[in-house]
Structure formats: C-alpha cells, structure tokens
C-alpha cells in the first residue's frame, strides 16, 4: 500500500478532492502502523530475556540491621519573677527507657511537679505532685473609683401640647 495515490482526473472538481482525502488518510494510517511497529521493537529487551538475574540466596535479603540505640538528654526551665512565670522540663533516654519530669507555678501560687517513667514492658507511669500553699492574693487592677452617683433631677411634668383650642 505504500505509495498508493488515487487520481480521478477525469472527474469533477469535488471528486479530487475527495479523492485526495482519502490518500490522505491512508498515509495517516500507515504513519500509525509504523510507529506502533518501531514502539514495539524498541520495547523489546536487547539481552534476549526481561527477568533479571535472581539474588544470591533464593532470591532472599537479609533484613537491615536495627537503627540505633536512641539516647537523649534535654533541660530547659524559664523562671520570670516579675511576669510570675516558673516551668520548665528535663528528659532523659535510654533505649526503651524515659524518665523525666515537668514542673509549672500555678496560678494560686503551688507548683506542680509531675515525675514520669516509660519503660518497654511497663508503659507510662506518671506521679502529679503539688507543693507549697495556695494563696489567694487578690491583685489589684488600679484604684477603684469613687462611685459618681448625682441626685436625679427633680420632676417636671411634661407641657401639653395645644392643638387649636383644648
């Protein structure tokens, strides 16, 4: 089919035009065939077989050896006397094992102090610990104003109004 034209030449003007549509769309088609065909060839492996070579061991990986031992140790505290601020925090890890604590000033002037331990077969195990006394210091937003009340004013009764003759 490769260069196959038709050519009516014979034929009215609307005849060649379609005549040349249709060799037209016979090369498309054969444009298309060509390039499935060399898309497929070049697919095709060089080496004359797709699997790779199977591994060592029946194909079996040893597993990756276990990431590190984890170990850390971190403290931090603020303590602000003047905006009444005292928390802070330290920690320390090893392996399955955590210990640390975390301590806060409560509002009422106490400390909180939580202890905790994380180990691998017991969990977590936490102790809440308050110390010191509460305290209730009322704090004091500026002077309190005087009350500014006045003597109401003294009742009027209302004009009437007067519509014409009443």
Same mark, same amino acid.
């Given at each position: 089919?490769?260069?196959?034209? @038709? %050519?009516?030449?014979?034929?009215?003007?609307?005849?060649?035009v379609?005549?040349?549509?249709?060799?037209?769309? =016979?090369?498309?088609? /054969?444009?298309?065939? =060509?390039?499935a =065909?060399?898309?497929?060839?070049?697919?095709?492996?060089?080496?004359? !077989?797709?699997?790779?070579?199977?591994?060592?061991?029946?194909?079996?990986?040893?597993?990756?050896?276990?990431?590190?031992?984890? +170990? &850390?140790? #971190? $403290? @931090?505290?603020?303590?602000? $006397?003047?905006?009444?601020?005292? #928390?802070g /925090?330290?920690? !320390?890890? $090893?392996? &399955?094992?955590? +210990?640390?604590? !975390?301590?806060? =000033?409560?509002?009422?002037?106490?400390?909180?102090k939580?202890?905790?331990?994380?180990?691998? $077969?017991?969990?977590f195990?936490?102790?809440? %610990?308050? %110390?010191? %006394?509460?305290?209730?210091?009322?704090?004091?937003?500026?002077?309190?104003?005087?009350?500014? &009340?006045t003597?109401?004013?003294?009742?009027?009764?209302?004009?009437?109004?007067?519509?014409?003759?009443?």
């Amino acid at each position: 089919m490769l260069g196959c034209r @038709w %050519e009516m030449i014979s034929e009215p003007l609307g005849s060649v035009v379609v005549s040349r549509m249709i060799t037209a769309l =016979l090369s498309l088609r /054969q444009v298309v065939a =060509l390039i499935a =065909l060399v898309a497929a060839a070049s697919a095709r492996p060089e080496s004359g !077989h797709s699997a790779p070579a199977p591994a060592a061991g029946y194909g079996y990986a040893p597993p990756p050896p276990p990431p590190a031992k984890p +170990e &850390y140790s #971190f $403290d @931090w505290a603020v303590k602000d $006397d003047y905006a009444g601020l005292d #928390f802070g /925090q330290n920690e !320390h890890r $090893d392996g &399955y094992n955590t +210990e640390g604590a !975390h301590h806060v =000033l409560l509002p009422d002037g106490r400390v909180q102090k939580i202890v905790y331990k994380v180990s691998k $077969d017991g969990g977590f195990m936490a102790t809440v %610990e308050y %110390e010191g %006394e509460i305290r209730h210091e009322p704090k004091g937003y500026g002077k309190t104003p005087a009350p500014a &009340y006045t003597q109401p004013p003294a009742y009027r009764p209302q004009p009437t109004p007067a519509y014409g003759n009443a």
